[in-house]
């Protein structure tokens, strides 16, 4: 058979996970697999027997849907921005990703699923439920791959975190936590085990691990984790957070946090919250993102 699998979230994006793992079912069956990026205006000209889209961002599903259509032959499609309760059947899910679909020099996948928080702004206690294991590392890491991405929304709440990062320290392997973790379980025994393994930015160039200070009520925690983390090895600017600026929050408020990070010698980054209609939230996010605040106080450069 010949298919198509559809990646709606563009050309540049992440790989598709998803899609990855179905490429790899498919062809153990001897299917053969071709992959579109994006969503073209016309279809096309190869006549295909099945095809699977994908979207991870709901503003793509209706264009994934119509190019779906217009393929002439049957489709299915799934991924959260097309239903967030849509799972792969498990001999598909628990199947080592095709890295041939997206050429990659890492390997990607869960270790964990869900979160023990609930947070109002996420999406992830809807979809995923409460945290639970859900796989090994060595599951979807190829052996010649000495890079991996993890995707666990919390993955220090994992069941088996310290398993996971004793596979990645016992293969010499370079990790980044893509969703970044979580700094209210940071400990003195976490940041040890963080600092033995190579911890870095997603495109694997420097040192780094990334966590978020979303409200004013969890300071206490971001403090001593940055403590902890410092007393580890780590330097405070190989450490990101991320703010969460405009989602029941005032303008202060986020100032506040951002100060204090700023003094703490961490790196700032703000994520405006999507919803917000406040116009401070945009150029807050211009002001720290693009590191205008190393050249003027936000009261100066609010008022240009």
């Known amino acids: 058979m010949r298919i198509l699998l559809v990646d709606a979230d563009g050309v540049n994006g992440f790989p598709n996970l998803a899609l990855m ?7 153990q069956r001897g299917g053969s697999v071709d992959l579109i990026k994006g969503t073209p205006e016309a279809p096309p000209l190869e006549q295909y027997d099945r095809a699977y889209g994908s979207c991870i961002f709901f503003q793509n599903k ?5 190019y779906l259509e217009s393929l002439n032959c049957p489709y299915e499609a799934g991924g959260s921005g097309y239903d967030l309760k849509q799972e792969l059947p498990y001999e598909i899910e628990h199947i080592r990703p095709d890295y041939e679909l997206y050429p990659t020099s890492f390997s990607v996948g869960f270790t964990s699923r869900g979160c023990i928080r609930k947070c109002g ?3 992830v206690p809807q979809k995923e439920g409460r945290i639970r294991d859900h796989a090994p590392v060595s599951e979807f ?3 010649e791959h000495k890079r991996v991405i993890l995707l666990d929304n919390n993955f220090l709440a994992s069941p088996r975190w310290k ?4 596979y990645i320290e016992d293969n010499g392997l370079k990790v980044n936590f893509n969703q970044g973790l979580d700094i209210r379980l940071m400990s003195e025994e976490i940041a040890g085990r963080l600092a033995s393994v190579k911890c870095c930015d997603w495109h694997f160039k420097t040192k780094g691990l990334h966590f978020a200070f979303d409200s004013l009520g969890i300071e206490a925690a971001v403090r001593k984790g940055i403590a902890y983390l410092v007393a580890a090895g780590f330097k405070p600017r190989d450490l990101m957070f991320y703010v969460l600026a405009g989602y029941d929050t005032r303008e202060q408020d986020d100032l506040y946090r951002i100060e204090t990070l700023r003094e703490l010698g961490v790196i700032p980054f703000v994520m405006p919250f999507n919803q917000s209609r406040e116009p401070y939230v945009r150029k807050i996010a211009r002001w720290v993102n693009r590191k205008y605040y190393q050249f003027a106080p936000y009261a100066d450069f609010n008022k240009r």
């Open 141 to 143: 890491h190829k052996p």
């Open 21 to 27: 793992k179905l490429s790899s079912w498919l062809k």
């Open 62 to 66: 209706l264009r994934l849907i119509i």
């Open 163 to 166: 398993e996971n990062l004793s």
């Open 121 to 123: 702004f996420c999406v």
